[in-house]
């Protein structure tokens, strides 16, 4: 199956910041844009912002919105890249809580794909109840705190939310999340 105009006319988001992984965002944004999708990185300030790549700081990635100017009712899904800094730094804002909620909250229902320790910030935004996960071993404990069923797996897809472990699930993801996103709102 041509898999260049999958998601013609989507529109998705990826919440980062400072000190995200950068094969976690990097290669989600290119699976999506080779797919057809439109692709904007949303963060807390306009600029740039620096990725981490194994044990340094990687390269900078252009932000196309900040919190302030985006609205999740804009976007067709959300990836959220793991990384240590980049979501413990998100999960501390209002904001970006608030952003990350209005892909779940009125219905909404959207394809949100986290990586890595991209889900703690689904566990600050509260929307983990009763959902089948994975992430980063070392934060299941957090997630399981938040209502969560963790679960040891490359990919795990729960009705549009989808998650994985680590960079080396990254193929998985990004197929998971593609067909999420073309599948479109969810019923939960």
């Known amino acids: 199956m041509n898999t260049q105009n999958k998601l013609s006319g989507k529109k998705v988001a990826i919440l980062a910041t400072d000190g995200f992984e950068q094969s976690e ?9 080779a797919a057809g999708a439109e692709v904007e990185v949303i963060s807390l300030q306009s600029g740039s912002i620096k990725g981490w790549s194994g044990k340094n700081w990687g390269n900078d990635v252009s932000v196309d919105k900040t919190l302030n100017e985006a609205n999740a009712k804009d976007y067709d899904g959300l990836v959220l890249p793991g990384g240590l800094i980049n979501p413990d730094t998100l999960r501390q804002d209002k904001q970006a809580i608030r952003f990350i909620q209005g892909f779940f909250s009125d219905n909404a229902n959207k394809p949100v794909a986290a990586i890595c320790h991209g889900p703690w910030l ?33 990919v795990v897809v729960d009705n549009g939310l989808v998650t994985s472990r680590f960079p080396d699930d990254l193929a998985a993801f990004n197929r998971k999340l593609v067909e999420e996103v073309r599948e479109g709102r969810h019923h939960v």
Request: charged fraction near 25%; charge should be negative; proline fraction near 2%.
């Open 122 to 154: 689904l566990a600050e935004a509260g929307v983990l109840q009763g959902r089948k996960v994975t992430s980063y071993a070392s934060i299941q404990t957090d997630l399981k705190n938040a209502g969560a069923q963790w679960v040891d797996e490359d």
């Open 25 to 33: 965002l990097e290669s989600p944004r290119e699976a999506l844009l």
